[in-house]
């Protein structure tokens, strides 16, 4: 006696569930999700980390343009090194933060020489630094 089945299965099934269960997940992430962004007052606290910088107080940005020359840009004007020393003796926050921001092309001579014009005013020196892309 040979027994046939009366349900034949449809190997387009075979696609269709994995693709179902993936959709049901992701609605599923983003309903709960989304409770912890409506609700006020969520309190997050980050790790301590003994390598973590305090917040900078009385910071001054400048940033380094590596084109063909090297533009050295302070509160987003285009500035010479001793224009840089002249005002950052001349502002109002003396001896906060210095961040330089240089692209990754600019010559560490000229970088060098923008940290020596902070230093000189009292101000302390951070590198904001990109990593390497490959």
């Known amino acids: 006696m040979k027994l046939q089945r009366n349900f034949r299965f449809n190997p387009a099934l075979i696609c269709a569930i994995p693709l179902v269960n993936v959709l049901f997940l992701v609605l599923i992430f983003f309903a709960?999700?989304?409770?912890?962004?409506?609700?006020?007052?969520?309190?997050?606290?980050?790790?301590?980390?003994?390598?973590?910088?305090?917040?900078?107080?009385?910071?001054?940005?400048?940033?380094?343009?590596?084109?063909?020359?090297?533009?050295?840009?302070?509160?987003?004007?285009?500035?010479?090194?001793?224009?840089?020393?002249?005002?950052l003796h001349d502002s109002p926050k003396r001896g906060g933060s210095l961040i330089i921001r240089a692209d990754q092309r600019t010559p560490y001579d000229f970088v060098v020489q923008v940290m020596n014009t902070g230093l000189a005013q009292g101000y302390s020196i951070v590198l904001a630094t990109e990593p390497l892309r490959k």
């Open 32 to 87: 709960l999700s989304s409770r912890f962004i409506l609700l006020p007052g969520l309190a997050v606290s980050l790790p301590t980390s003994p390598f973590s910088l305090e917040p900078r107080e009385n910071t001054q940005l400048v940033s380094i343009v590596s084109a063909p020359i090297p533009t050295l840009y302070h509160r987003d004007q285009k500035v010479s090194v001793d224009e840089l020393g002249q005002r």
